[in-house]
């Protein structure tokens, strides 16, 4: 997936059991398995296209999907992460970050994605991942400021970057078609300035995580 002008990339970050890692052909099956299992967790808040959620998600997509993540991070418009939890010396894939819509230059910038398998919420695996890669970002990936928008009734979703301590600096009216429906969004955005001087968000989410 490596791309001559991609500042970053490819990349393995990881933290304690948490592991970020370019996807592989190979995760066909856990990339399935996990996104058939998270259907009502994941379907009200993802624009996927028409069609049933079985067949979109699984291992034969899986081969289009990843093809699309290929490509795009190849031509320096994304860095994505499968997301790995270490147990018992294994990986077992359990979620998805995505630094995307890369625009380099002036601007310096990219919108952020994730999900995360229902099953390991809760345990910090998400802030975390997302902690990573923002760091990288504004590391070796060279960016400036990173964005996040989510749907003001995602509670799980906005919680990560509140927790993170992302700014809620806008409201998008009719954001994104989703669900059947053009959907409203909450925009959080980040600079590197903002934790430059707490070490990096990771450095800042493992203080929060002290402190409760």
Known sequence: MLGATTPGWPAVLSDGAVLLRPYKRGDARAWSEVRIANQAWLAPWESAPP??????????????????M???????????????????????????VNLGNIVRRAFASAYAGYWVDHRVAGRGVIPT????????????????RIEVNIRPE??????VVEKLGF??????????????????????????????????????????????
Not at 154 to 159: D, I, K, L, V
């Open 51 to 68: 069609g049933p959620w079985a067949e979109m998600n699984s291992p034969r997509a899986y081969g289009y999907v990843y093809r699309d």
């Open 70 to 96: 290929k490509r795009a991070a190849r031509n320096g418009d994304s860095m994505p992460f499968a997301v790995c939890l270490l147990e018992d010396g294994r990986e077992r894939l359990v979620g998805h």
């Open 129 to 144: 991942a997302l902690a990573l890669a923002v760091d990288h970002a504004f590391g070796p990936g060279g960016l400036h």
């Open 154 to 159: 995602n509670g799980p979703s906005r919680r």
């Open 167 to 212: 700014r809620e600096e806008a409201y998008h009216q009719r954001y994104m078609h989703i669900d059947g429906g053009w959907r409203d969004h909450l925009g959080y955005a980040m600079t590197s300035e903002e934790v430059a001087a707490e070490g990096g968000l990771l450095a800042r989410w493992r203080r929060a995580r002290t402190a409760k």
